[in-house]
């Protein structure tokens, strides 16, 4: 099973960054026991790397997916509530690009994935980054920007480019139907491949504990939407960065 290991990516030369950061990001990452096929820049909102989240990352490394998790928060408070977008987003998700790189990582082979906020965040990595593929879970501020520096992903939209893919449920109240309609409407204006995919339920999370694969009469919908989504983000992944 691939392990996990800490490690560090330096900022880019001419980053304003916080005198605490000493001008690095720490990361989380695991490699593939084998040559790797490109890699995969995972945006958490979590201060603290739980089983779930480790877990996901072994599953996409035993793909042969490089996956590299910036602490986006290293340098914040443990209380804080900071929500980390904008400049600084795109420092930590260019310092840990560059760190892929330098292992040998093509940069068109290089994927966001991104949960909740962190899925916002991906998705505005995919509109101002040359990233060969992006995938959102449950990515908020869909018709009312989250921060004062971050647009309102209908209007962000349009500027998709990569393939980008967004998974969302439909009785989530911050993503309610309507808006992901707007959404919809919004990324078919982008000149990159996308889609969206709404479950019904709040259990469709990528990175939840794993479920058991269901038996021949388990049609329990929330255990199928959870299967279903982990399986289009692989695939997405799978089909884009190549």
């Known amino acids: 099973m691939p392990g996990i290991f800490r ?15 000493r001008d690095r990001v720490p990361l989380t990452a695991v490699e593939p026991d084998r040559p790797a096929r490109g890699g995969i820049v995972l945006l958490h909102e979590s201060r603290n790397f739980g089983p779930a989240l480790l877990e996901l990352m072994r599953a996409l490394a035993a793909e042969g997916w490089v ?12 209380h804080s509530d900071s929500e980390v977008f904008g400049e600084t987003l795109f420092a930590a998700f260019d310092a840990t690009f560059d760190w892929l790189v330098g292992r040998g990582v093509y940069g068109d082979c290089v994927g966001v994935l991104g949960f909740d906020d962190a899925g916002t965040a991906a998705m505005l990595v995919a509109t101002n980054r040359p990233v060969g593929a992006a995938v959102s879970v449950s990515a908020h501020g869909i018709v009312e920007p989250l921060t004062d520096d971050t647009p309102a992903l209908v209007d962000a939209a349009p500027a998709l480019r ?44 990528a990175d939840e504990p794993p479920v058991p694969e269901p038996s021949a009469d388990d049609d329990d919908p929330l255990v199928v939407a959870m299967l279903d989504a982990q399986r289009r983000i692989f695939d997405w992944f799978d089909g884009n960065l190549r």
């Open 7 to 21: 490690d560090d990516a330096p900022l880019r030369s001419g980053v304003d960054a916080p005198a605490e950061s």
């Open 67 to 78: 996956v590299a998790a910036p602490h986006l928060f290293h340098h914040e408070p443990a």
């Open 162 to 205: 990569a393939p980008w893919l967004g998974l969302y449920g439909e009785d989530d109240p911050r993503t309610p139907p309507e808006h992901v309609e707007r959404l919809r409407d919004a990324v078919a204006k982008a000149d990159a491949p996308t889609n969206i995919v709404s479950y019904v339920g709040l259990a469709h999370r």
